[in-house]
C-alpha cells in the first residue's frame, strides 16, 4: 500500500478481478472435475455470477485440486 503524503492517508492500489481458470480443455473426470481447470461443474456454471472474493476461493480449491492430480493415488 502507497501513501499518500498530502493527506497521510494509505491508497489503495486496484485490485484486479480474479481470471477464469478455463483453459478450453473441459472433460469432467471420474470426479466431476474439469481435466482443464479442475472445477467443478457447478462451480464452472456459477463463475459469472460469482463475486471477486468467492472465485479467489474457487481458484484456491483449484490450486489444491491441481497439487493433489499431480500427486500418485494412494
Excluded at 482443464?36 to 474457487?58: F, Q, S, Y
Aim: glycine fraction near 8%; proline fraction near 8%; charged fraction near 30%.
Amino acid at each position: 500500500m502507497v501513501e499518500d503524503r498530502s493527506q497521510n492517508q494509505p491508497i489503495r492500489e486496484p485490485v484486479a478481478e480474479p481470471v477464469s481458470p478455463c483453459i478450453g480443455f473441459c472433460i469432467l473426470d471420474e470426479y466431476g472435475y474439469c481435466g482443464g481447470c479442475h472445477r467443478t461443474m457447478a462451480e464452472i456454471l456459477a463463475w459469472p455470477d460469482m463475486n471477486d472474493a468467492h472465485k479467489r476461493e474457487v481458484l484456491a480449491r483449484v490450486a489444491a485440486r491441481s497439487e493433489q492430480k499431480g500427486r500418485p493415488k494412494g
